[in-house]
């Protein structure tokens, strides 16, 4: 392999003031821990020294509720692990639009964050609440015109909800193009098993969710964020012609990741192979040894990674896939099964081929997934 990889850092936060009803991410409802940023620090210098990772490109926070780890936390855990947000070429925080407090703004910025990946999910307060959500809508559109002054912004939008009817959408997107955030995230809701919504829906309490209406709503915000000259760079995910992502670039687009915290995720690749592999979901556990040993989860020799970074690359719509170059980090060749099914999607106008780019189309993204798996058990 002679490219150096890409190193994205993943830090979970997995605490949330209370369980919205829809969410079945691991995490606990209550206060974050004072010892988390030492268990954190702990585990960062283990993995850097066990993987032999020379440096981050990006820095993500996610959870949970990364807002509400407080920020001296935060800047404890910079000075301790030499970490610099502003350095990074991308640093990101996800954080819940009850958290945007003046300090808390003025804190971020001073600690360089890129971007602020605010949890809105909606501007309409019915919804909101029946969400479970805490803030209301004039209220997070106002402290996001505040903190849009410091810092870019991302929102997350939960579309495809049984609540949710067209005029609503309309509304979220509108209150959207007034703040035009540098990243935009559309969230499908999905009725998780366990979660209070699927109980609802069990109980005939909640319609299920409707994948014709679903696809309808995904259609209508896609091209309204694209007529405001937003990019599409993935399937939930565009980006401002301004503006230029890089985290996510890096799951996608052949790069490894380290994920620190309980139930945090990893691929760490060396020269030999790939390691897919997680931390156990526990935070008691995590505190007592942060630098216990992952859980593995699949060992990939060098064409199941160039097998991965080929079906999943193809989520990046804004790049695609350059056959030439995988083939070149990875060590491995393109298969024959593979070319065949590349040509199939080409054919009928799913996937379009410049070269050795291939990028799926607009009609290609409703059936990404089959492709995808076509493309690896083919
Ligand atoms: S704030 Fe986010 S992570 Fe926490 S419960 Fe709600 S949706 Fe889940």
């Known amino acids: 392999m002679s490219k150096i990889w890409k190193t994205g850092l993943y830090i979970h936060v997995p605490w949330c003031r209370r369980r919205c009803p829809y969410c079945d991410f691991f995490f606990e409802v209550g206060e974050t821990s004072s010892n988390y940023v030492d268990a954190l620090c702990l585990e960062l210098e283990h993995r850097i020294q066990e993987h032999r990772i020379q440096s981050f ?50 804190d971020i910025r001073d600690l360089g964050f890129h971007r602020i990946s605010v949890g ?97 709503d995904y259609h209508q915000a896609v091209s309204t964020l694209k007529e405001a000259g937003y990019i599409q760079t993935e399937v939930s995910n565009f980006r401002r012609p301004d503006y230029q992502t890089a985290h996510n670039e890096i799951y996608w687009a052949g790069g490894q990741y380290l994920g620190l915290g309980p139930g945090a995720h990893s691929l760490l ?18 505190l007592k040894e942060p630098t216990s040993p992952l859980i593995v989860d699949e060992t990939l020799d060098s064409q199941s990674l160039f097998d991965d970074f080929l079906a999943f690359g193809l989520r990046n719509l804004e790049h695609g896939v350059d056959i030439i170059s995988l083939e070149q980090i990875t060590g491995a060749q393109v298969r024959q099964t593979q070319i065949q099914v590349l040509e199939r999607y080409v054919d009928s106008g799913h996937l379009t081929r410049f070269d050795n780019n291939i990028r799926v189309t607009p009609l290609g993204i409703d059936i990404l997934d089959r492709i995808q798996g076509d493309l690896l058990f083919d």
């Open 57 to 106: 490109d990006t820095i993500y926070f996610g959870g949970g509720t990364p807002s509400l780890l407080p920020t001296i936390d935060l800047k404890r855990l910079f000075k301790q692990s030499e970490l610099n947000p502003k350095l990074s070429e991308e640093s990101v925080i996800e954080a819940n639009p009850e958290d945007l407090s003046e300090r808390w703004i003025c």
């Open 120 to 216: 809105v999910q909606s501007f309409d307060d019915a919804l909101l609440k029946k969400l479970g959500r805490l803030h209301r809508g004039q209220d997070a559109f106002n402290k996001l015109q505040r903190l849009k002054k410091y810092t870019g912004i991302g929102i997350d939008l939960i579309i495809g909800t049984p609540i949710e009817t067209t005029k609503r959408l309309r509304n979220d997107l509108d209150h959207i193009l007034r703040l035009m955030p540098q990243t935009v995230s559309l969230y499908m809701l999905t009725i998780e098993e366990e979660t209070h919504f699927d109980k609802l829906v069990q109980l005939g309490k909640m319609p299920p969710t409707n994948d014709i209406k679903q696809l309808d």
């Open 269 to 286: 690749i060396s020269n030999e192979s790939g390691l897919r592999a997680h931390q156990k979901a526990d935070i008691q556990a995590y």
